[in-house]
């Protein structure tokens, strides 16, 4: 199995803030990641494929990248509708569809 | 506009049986691979089966493996999943989850439903 671990598990940042979540995989996905957002009580929503590119209507502040082993989320200024739980997921291979455990976002 | 509609959760006995049942509409159904993915409650996500647009080829979690069969019928545009020899840990909220448009992005979930909850105990 691939293994997606992501860091931190939690944060607390000020609006306006640049917050930056890493997801590392246990062996190289090239650059089939995905990032996903669940705010509290709701569905979970992607917010990008490919590593880097924003899914359709999702605000510019949000970028990622990265490639291989190594991604990150950034958040250029956070804003108090971010606070969520942000996922990555592996989905290079049907046999191994994996998601990181996830980081909750809140505000300070 | 996309819609996913999940139904069939109910509380169940351990070693019992359950299906769920997907609704969709809003776009193509049989032109997409569909998913379960579900999250134990206060848990991350954890993707539970695929089945491809065709319903030719079909993938599972070890975690239910052997145990939970998807399948579809692109007449209704619905997804199902059978769900036999339940265990605690199968408690969950269920989704139903599109796969993107494209072979490269068919094992990512651009779209949810709202999600059934499956609960085994005694």
């Known amino acids: 199995d691939i293994q997606m671990t992501q860091s931190p598990s939690s944060l607390s940042a000020s609006v306006g803030d640049r917050v930056t979540i890493t997801c590392r995989a246990s062996q190289g996905i090239s650059n089939y990641l995905a990032w996903y957002q669940q705010k509290p009580g709701k569905v979970p929503k992607l917010l990008i494929y490919?590593?880097?590119t924003l899914q359709s209507g999702v605000p510019s502040r949000f970028s990622g990248s990265g490639s291989g082993t190594d991604f990150t989320l950034t958040i250029s200024s956070l804003q108090p509708e971010d606070v969520a739980t942000y996922y990555c997921?592996?989905?290079?291979?049907?046999?191994?569809?994996?998601f990181g455990g996830g980081t909750k976002v809140e505000i300070k | 506009e996309v819609q996913l509609v999940e139904s069939g959760g109910v509380v169940v006995q351990p070693g019992g049986s359950l299906r769920l049942s997907c609704a969709a509409s809003?776009?193509?159904?049989?032109?997409?691979?569909m998913h379960w993915v579900r999250q134990a409650p206060g848990k991350g996500l954890e993707w539970v089966s695929l089945i491809t647009w065709d319903g030719g080829s079909t993938y599972y979690a070890d975690s239910v493996k052997g145990r939970f069969t998807i399948s579809r019928d692109n007449k209704k545009n619905s997804l199902y999943v059978q769900m036999n020899s339940l265990r605690t840990e199968d408690t969950a909220l269920y989704y139903c989850?599109?796969?993107?448009?494209?072979?490269?992005?068919?094992?990512?979930?651009?779209?949810w439903g709202q999600g059934t909850l499956v609960t085994v105990s005694s």
């Open positions: 490919g590593a880097s």
């Open positions: 809003g776009f193509t159904f049989a032109d997409y691979t």
């Open positions: 989850a599109k796969g993107g448009g494209s072979i490269r992005t068919s094992f990512l979930f651009d779209n």
């Open positions: 997921q592996n989905y290079n291979n049907a046999l191994l569809l994996t």
